[in-house]
């Protein structure tokens, strides 16, 4: 083979492999997102998107979060739909808002308008055991229809799901579609990928435990043998006493639903 031909071929062959090499370090690079338009930044480079908290709005646009988005008419002034809405602000908790809002004049159904009721409460991200999505059948490239089902356990071990929908904008091939991916991240779940319920309890059971009996040696000050319960360094250690009492109130829950006889090793603090 002529000598300058087959330089040529070795710098190519290189230069391939800096290139493949390269795209495998993009691949690999991370990118944290905090709002819609760092995490559409974060997609766009193919980066593996990391959530930064806190994270205050996880829509796609001025669209909500509803219960059955095929019923929503935006043209029937002051209609009643329920709405959900997802803001996270740190890692294990996410906060739920449900509740119902109006079809408005000037943005028919928007995430915007006020609430005319709502609830709100925290989900354990560490509890998610289950996330499923659907697709509805559309014709266009540039948006799509998503229904959404995500089962957790809440604090009296109960199986709990949150139904919702959601419009998705799509760049060819890529969907940007915040609240999912961030509950892929922090569920460490797959899509239609399902936990058993009484293994996830049994794990929240033990790491409970264990964390209330490191706990207790920190913030022990003196038994109380006549109430069974011991006083705590409250003032030293505030926060570490609420989240024992926090947890404490939940052990004789789970261990039911284990089929198990109430914590004997374990005392609540005294009040």
């Known amino acids: 083979m002529n000598k300058g031909i087959y330089k040529q071929l070795i710098v190519i062959l290189f230069l391939g492999f800096l290139s493949t090499y390269a795209g495998e370090i993009k691949a690999e690079e991370s990118c944290n997102y905090s709002t819609r338009k760092e995490y559409k930044r974060c997609k766009k480079e193919g980066a593996n998107s990391i959530p930064k908290y806190p994270i205050e709005n996880f829509h796609a646009d001025a669209s909500p979060m509803v219960e059955n988005i095929s019923s929503v008419n935006n043209s029937a002034i002051g209609e009643i739909y329920e709405v959900f809405e997802f803001k996270a602000y740190e890692k294990d908790k996410l906060q739920v808002s449900s509740g119902t809002k109006s079809v408005g004049f000037m943005y028919g159904l928007s995430w915007r308008n006020n609430w005319i009721n709502k609830t709100t409460f925290d989900i354990n991200t560490q509890r998610i055991i289950s996330l499923k999505k659907y697709d509805l059948p559309s014709r266009s490239k540039a948006f799509l229809f998503r229904k959404y089902n995500l089962k957790y356990i809440d604090n009296y071990g109960e ?28 569920s460490n779940l797959k899509w239609g990928e399902e936990i058993s319920a009484e293994s996830k309890i049994e ?69």
């Open 159 to 186: 199986v709990k799901s949150i139904k919702f929908d959601q419009i998705l904008f799509k760049n060819k091939n890529t969907v940007f579609d915040m609240i999912g991916d961030y509950l892929l991240y922090v």
């Open 203 to 271: 794990k929240i059971l033990k790491e409970n435990e264990k964390f209330l009996n490191i706990t207790k040696g920190l913030i022990f000050e003196s038994n109380n043998l006549p109430s069974k319960c011991f006083i705590a360094k409250d003032s030293k250690y505030p926060e570490l006493s609420a989240r024992y009492r926090e947890l404490y109130g939940t052990i004789n829950t789970f261990r039911a639903k284990l089929d198990l006889p109430p914590s004997t090793d374990l005392k609540p603090i005294c009040n």
